[in-house]
Structure formats: C-alpha cells, structure tokens
C-alpha cells in the first residue's frame, strides 16, 4: 500500500528516522539505564522495537498501559509510575504474572497496593514539579510503613518534568542538579537499588538517576525539536487538502486529530493560522490544490498519538506495516 | 451500576441535564428548524435522543461520522457539512440507501461527488470564518457546474463560525447580519430549498438560515456556558483524586482525557493549575483525600467527547446506561 491510499488524517511514522532515534537512544542509555515510558507512544508494536533495541524494563502511566504491555508479552519488569487506587484491577494485573512495580507516594496508595498483592513499590518523591510524589524529607518514613506492610520497597523515583522541556540546554543543566540532590537524599532514607527519574529532555544530564524514564524520543514533537536534541521528527499526520482559497487552504487534521495543549501543529514551509476540530487553515507556503497531501507536524506528541487508532509505519511512499494504538483508554 | 465504581477519567452526562437542554432546544428550533451537527458528541445514542425530540435530519463532519450514523438507522436526511475528496468511500455511503447531501466549494469537490454517485449537494459559501466555503460571488457558477454535471442542489450552507463562541451577545447580534447577507446573496444566485448555518451561539438570533446546524447545545462545555445560553453544563470528566500534597491535589484526568484547545478545565470551587498527560493538578477549595471524586469540566466539549470511548448517563449516582462514543475516528 502506498501513504497516498491511506484515508486521513492519518498517524504516519518514518521507519528509518524512528529507528535512528531508537539506535540513538540505545547507545546513550544501553539497556537497563533506560526504561522506555510508553505513554509517549501507547504503541506495544513500538515498544517491541525499543525491547530489540536491548531495553526489557518499561515505565507506564496508566493501568490500561500495564495491562496492555502485558497482553503484548512484554511484562517482564513494568513501572506504573504513577498512582493509583484500583485495588481489584491491580490484583488482576499482578495474577498475570508479570512484574509489577507501583509508584506509592502516601498511606492511602500503599494500602491500595497491598489490598491489591502488589509486592513491589518505589517511593515516588516531589523533585520540584507540583504534581504527586510525597515530600522528599516523608520518603523514608513512607518507605518504612510500606515494608512493614510486607512490600518490596525497590528504590525512588522522581521526575523533573518541570525542567525536561526548557529550551535552553545550562539551564536544563543549573536546575537538575537540585531536584535530583533532592532524589538521592530521599533515597538514602528508602534504600533499594532503583533512582527512576529523566526524560527526553534530560536523558543526557541526569547523571544521578540509574535509569531515565525517556518517551518522545522515539517520536519527537516540535517542542522537543527545539532542543537540540540527536533525535529526529519521526511522526507528522498526513492530511489531505480539502479547499483551497485565495491566501489559505484547509486540510482535513484539526483538533481531534492533534493535541493542541503546546499550541499549533507546524506545516513546513507553510504558515499555520489555525485548527478547528476537524480542520486546519494555513497559508501555504507554495500553491497547493484540493486532493494534495499535506505534513502536519504535532507540537505534542504524546496526546496526539492518543487521538488515533492506528499508526502507518513508512518507507517514502511505502507503508510497510500498520501498528495499532493499542495501550490508548483508561 | 454507581458512578464510583465506574474507572476514571469516565465521560458522564447527567441525563436530565441533557433532556432539559434537547427539550428547551426542540422547543426553539422544532423539527427541521434544527439539524443537529453529531461532531458534538459524536454518539449515535445521543442522536436518537435528538430524533426522539423531533430532529430527524443530521448534520456531520466526517466521512466516519456519516457511515456511523446511517449503520445506527439514523439516515433519513444528512448533510456531510464539509469537503470530502474520497470517491470510493463516497460511493459506498451512497449505496447504503441514506439520503446523503454533501458540501462542495470548488470544481474538485464538485467532481469527487458526481464520481461518488451522490446525487444532492449544497454550495459550502465563505461568510467570514477563513475555512472552507466558495467566495459569496463564485456560488452560482459552482451551482451551475454542479448542475450542468447531473447533480441536484439543495441550497446553500455558510458557517459564522467566527460569530458562535463571542461572548458578547450584542457583537454576535451585529456580526451575524453581514455574514447571513452574504449567504443569502449566495442563495439568490443558487436556488434550492436550504439555507443551512450557525451554532450553539446563534441558535436564536440567525434568523435568516432555513435550519440550523447546533451541536453543543446538548451537553455544553465551560467556553458555550459564557454565553449566557438557555442550555446547562450536562457532561464532566469524572476523576479520582491520587496525591494529596500540601498546597494542591492531583486527579486522574489529564491532557489525554481533555481537549485544551480553549484552555485549561474547571473543578468548582477549586483553582485549576495545570494539566498533565494523566494528570489535573489543582488547589482544592476544600480538603480532599486520595480516593475522593472530583468532577473536571471542559472548556470544549466537542474534541473532549472524542478522547472517550464511552459516555456514563447518570441520574445522581447511578449509571443508567453506557452509551458508545461510536462516530470517533475517521
């Protein structure tokens, strides 16, 4: 099937740039110093190929992402990082045999936990963005109730997320340092052999962490792209134009089709005036016509991966394979 | 079924919310004074509740949502209000035996539905809004082409849709002349029966247009509710508080569960910070705990409905019923 065949607006990724990003990736943080945050791309086809790339353990962000890592047979070490409340659900998910580590910040998740049969937890510490993760001076205190409840307590995490996307690189450099002292100080209280932090933005900064619970690279987004990064734009959604008028045109991606919490999608060459919820008008940068198919460039990736069921993998015009969004819901 | 057991972030609708909004509605625009556009909610559930009141002819924005809606039996009378370029797909919409009229602006749009065996268009006219739509003046030549190549033409359509969402009540009065006067020196030229336009915002001051394509109407959002409309707030993300910390709490509803192309959402009582890939971080009005319930409202509903794969129709507590969010994708 050629990219020309394909109803859009439509998830498209380039074979060969995600691949760079993966080999990329893989040789900065070989193995177990990166575990892959699949919210970035909800896609267990995608998070196969970061297992060929030598990265077994996995971070996600929601129980139907566990769930569907483990249906996809790559359970063999899963870090909900986040919290939640779901006993029954979690019992389920633990029955499965997979190895399941959840992210505990108060009293009340590590009872969650327990009445699930987890056994293993990390403490999940506040390193500076306002979001959960218990204060870092309560962690060895929470530490000490969850493995008098019987849990594994495997380390800490913490996540800088409120430094990960700063566009410039010193400070970037100036504000980790901080946040993840903040970390290493909490994780002398808990013990364990996990400090779980990092992110596309700091993959190659935090040296404190053991292990960088990067996503995007793997996709990218325009707002990554503006960091510098050794990573490449790998996913645009294809659109078709629609209508044509003097000084704009309409392709067929708006809203529904593209996350908008990091403002307009990109056309290159082009000038995007807006999104509407099925639309985008732009001013092209060179005459298009109605039929012509256009590169929208998401300026977030992670949500905009979540609008779609599927993703076509290419080569040029070539559609090699087509992955479903599979880890997508609640 | 009670909402607290339902797994969050869950879509729900308060079901006598919706009914009082589809009464007041159809009391305003009864039967074909009103065609609802399905993009709202897109949730042919929710359309037999609009047929129920009266509304037997639709309104759609996609391919997707017209195929969706003539397999609920809802095809007595829809209107693609948008360009399509997809023959093929056309053709087998056609043979379905739904009455199908599409929007056309230009010779390609035009040809795309004579090669798709539609028989009934309307001219798509530009009366403001930088879209789709022909120039007022250029809408009695494409109706000529269109009839010249076999086919019938109903009217004309023109979106204001940079009038609906203008809070000020008295500026959408003063704008909405001009546009409705452009349209109609369009109609002049194209003849046929309709004169299809406007939206939630100008359901009762467009009095030039033959029907009337409002969709919000039905389960509004925090951006319509400015408006001072005769329509209340019936649909929420419901979401589990997960972290407590001091200063602010933490749900379970985030950017993949929100669109937040108008801005953050709205917790009552509460102050919204900022939203997440999985998370609402916000500072409570009063003291919450992990396991707490809070209800996160939209700033717009139409791409928020589209995250979700179902609406929970709740009278107080309990679910009444499940409906499919059935017309997503494309």
């Not at 196969?48 to 929601?62: M, V």
């Not at 790559?74 to 499965?96: H, I, K, M, P, T």
């Not at 209280?189 to 596309?200: F, R």
């Amino acid at each position: 099937m050629k990219i020309d065949q394909v109803t859009t607006p439509a998830l498209v990724v380039e074979a060969a740039v995600l691949e760079a990003n993966l080999t990329s990736m893989a040789a900065a943080l070989p193995g177990p110093r990166l575990r892959p945050h699949v919210k970035a791309h909800k896609c267990t086809s995608l998070a196969a190929r970061q297992k060929a790339h030598g990265h077994h353990n996995f971070t996600c962000a929601t129980m139907a992402e566990m769930e569907g890592m483990v249906r996809a047979g790559l359970g063999e070490d899963l870090l909900l990082a986040n919290e939640v409340v779901d006993a029954q659900r979690l019992g389920a998910l633990v029955r499965s045999g997979a190895r399941v580590t959840l992210a505990v910040d108060s009293p009340a998740t590590i009872a969650t936990a327990v009445a699930g049969g987890v056994e293993e937890v990390v403490i999940d510490v506040n390193v500076g963005l306002p979001r959960c993760g218990c204060d870092p001076t309560s962690a060895g205190s929470l530490a000490d109730t969850a493995r008098r409840r019987g849990l594994e307590v495997r380390g800490v995490m913490g996540y800088e997320g409120h430094i990960v996307g700063l566009p410039d690189r010193a400070k970037r450099i100036e504000m980790i340092r901080p946040a993840m002292e903040a970390l290493l100080a909490a994780h002398a209280d808990v013990g364990g052999d996990l400090v779980s932090a990092g992110g596309t933005g700091t993959y190659d900064i935090n040296g404190w962490a053991t292990e960088i619970q990067a996503g995007s690279y793997a996709l990218m987004d325009t707002a990554y792209a503006e960091l510098g990064l050794p990573f490449q734009q790998a996913l645009w959604v294809e659109a078709t134009v629609i209508s044509v008028s003097p000084g704009w045109a309409v392709a067929d991606c708006g809203l529904k089709a593209l996350s908008m919490d990091h403002g307009n999608p990109t056309i290159e060459g082009s000038e995007v005036w807006f999104c509407s919820d099925e639309h985008v008008t732009f001013a092209p940068g060179q005459p298009v016509k109605v039929g012509d198919r256009v590169r929208v460039i998401p300026a977030h990736v992670d949500p905009t991966v979540a609008c779609h069921e599927k993703i076509f993998v290419v080569d040029g015009d070539d559609v090699l394979e087509t992955w479903p969004v599979d880890l997508r819901g609640w």
